[in-house]
């Protein structure tokens, strides 16, 4: 399995594929292989696919149990320097999207394309308390607890309700960029999101297209906050995303 040390990071890796870089950037309480699940076949066919485990997450590997949206933007950057990538794409899902928000706003020259699905670049904080340890607890959600447990276990050293309440504290806190620095990000984006998505429906990806410089949206109906996974309408994404990056190139 292929770890690289990245910043105070043993950070976890899978890549697969040769072409442009593209890097996949999962959300909360998940890790890159999972979330991405659907695309792999896809991108690798066109693409060198980069799926890293981001910090607090899976088996990416830190002493330190602290982290953040805008430090694993930064982890991310690092991450390309240390695997010799100039410029790539970005694909993030829910909290990577915020991640690749950071990224093509701090780092513009890095970043070819970004493609956001499930977010509405703005901090959503509705539903996080459902996610606290105790209210785990409370509610009997033993599954999920567990799923976390050994989904994390590398991540969190075995520190659970430690990396829970770490996700509630980055659901509610980002993103907060302002939307003059969301104006700022100039290479081309594909905001995605599905019809149903309560944290990121037409509305609010729409309001999001309109800072952006150069951006697109694609509305997938009858989807949920998870449209390019299994049983929504990842054919319909993964091709939308393909033509998006054919047509921006990495020069």
Known sequence: MPYIQVHDLEMFYEQMGTGEPVIFLHS???RSMLAFSSQVLDFQNQYSCCFPDLRGHGRTRCRNLDWSTPQIAEDVAGFMDRMNIERAHL????????????LAVNHPGRIATLTTIGTSGFCEPAGAGEYEPEQLLANQQQAF????????????QGNWQYY????VQDWIRYPDLTEEQLGSITCPALLISGEHDPFAGEDRTVKLASLLTDARTLIVQGAGHRPHMLREQPILVND???????????H
């Not at 607890?145 to 969190?156: D, F, L, S, T």
């Not at 829970?164 to 996700?167: A, F, I, K, N, R």
């Not at 939308?240 to 990495?250: A, D, G, H, R, V």
Request: net charge negative; no cysteine.
């Open 28 to 30: 909360h309480y998940s």
């Open 91 to 102: 694909i993030g899902y829910s909290m990577g999207a915020g991640v690749g928000l950071y």
């Open 145 to 156: 607890i567990n799923q976390m447990i050994e989904r994390h276990q590398e991540a969190h």
């Open 240 to 250: 939308t995303i393909l033509e998006f990056l054919t047509q921006n190139p990495i």
């Open 164 to 167: 829970l309440g770490q996700t």
